[in-house]
């Protein structure tokens, strides 16, 4: 069974940095493509960044294009959002998922992690 870790998460005050970090077991970590969603107090989970198996790809929604960057290292198997000039918006459960990425808006994740709470204060 592949096994997804997130670490990282924590409090952080508005305009500060936090990077997240996802480790994969359990499957052949090279192959999946990659991706972070969240899911804020009281809000569906949404997408946040994407990135393909090959890292030829990345994708984000409009909101953190610019602050918010994803990137793995397969050596590792692990995938990492680095997410700088926060706000309290992003205030949210930060969840790492294992799937597929044909496109900016066509993905399907067949693996989720348990989640890191990443809050900004104000």
């Known amino acids: 069974q592949v096994q997804l870790v997130e670490s990282g998460g924590g409090l952080v005050q508005a305009g500060g940095s936090l990077r997240l970090s996802c480790a994969v077991s359990g499957g052949t970590f090279s192959s999946y493509g990659m991706g972070w969603f969240r899911q804020a107090p009281g809000k569906e989970r949404e997408f946040v960044a994407t990135?393909?198996?090959?890292?030829?790809?990345?994708y984000y929604r409009d909101s953190v294009k610019g602050r918010f960057t994803i990137s793995r290292d397969n050596a590792k198997n692990t995938v990492y959002l680095q997410m700088n000039s926060l706000k309290p918006e992003d205030t949210a459960v930060y969840y790492c998922?294992?799937?597929?990425?044909?496109?900016?808006?066509?993905?399907?994740?067949?693996?989720w992690g348990k989640g890191t709470l990443v809050t900004v204060s104000s």
């Open positions: 998922a294992a799937g597929w990425i044909a496109g900016e808006r066509s993905y399907g994740m067949n693996y």
């Open positions: 990135i393909r198996s090959n890292s030829r790809n990345t």
